[in-house]
């Protein structure tokens, strides 16, 4: 399945979920938030629904930024995004 394919432009539901351990209606409902997210800073930012750009999802994860812990990963931990943001405005503020 091309989801496990790091090189992929966008991850869907599946992913999401493994890596947050959550349910599939919520993993959508994160997908729906992060779109909204990345259509608001930018519009002419590509969309597919049902998916997120692997970038803006890594960033979120904080995969990509400084992070804490194990070298800023946090997806595979049950922890909610919005928590995830608060601490990043945090540690940005």
């Not at 812990?69 to 940005?92: D, F, T």
Request: hydrophobic share 30%; net charge positive; with cysteine.
């Amino acid at each position: 399945m091309a989801e496990n394919n790091n090189n992929t432009m966008f991850i869907g539901v599946a992913q999401i979920q493994r890596d947050w351990g959550i349910s599939r209606s919520k993993a959508y409902q994160i997908i729906k938030d992060l779109n909204a997210e990345l259509k608001k800073k930018n519009p002419g930012a590509l969309v597919v629904s049902g998916r997120v750009n692997r970038f803006w999802y890594e960033e979120a994860c904080l995969q990509r930024g400084t992070g804490y812990g194990n070298g800023g990963e946090v997806c595979g931990e049950k922890k909610s995004l919005s928590s995830e943001r608060r601490i990043r405005a945090q540690r940005h503020a």
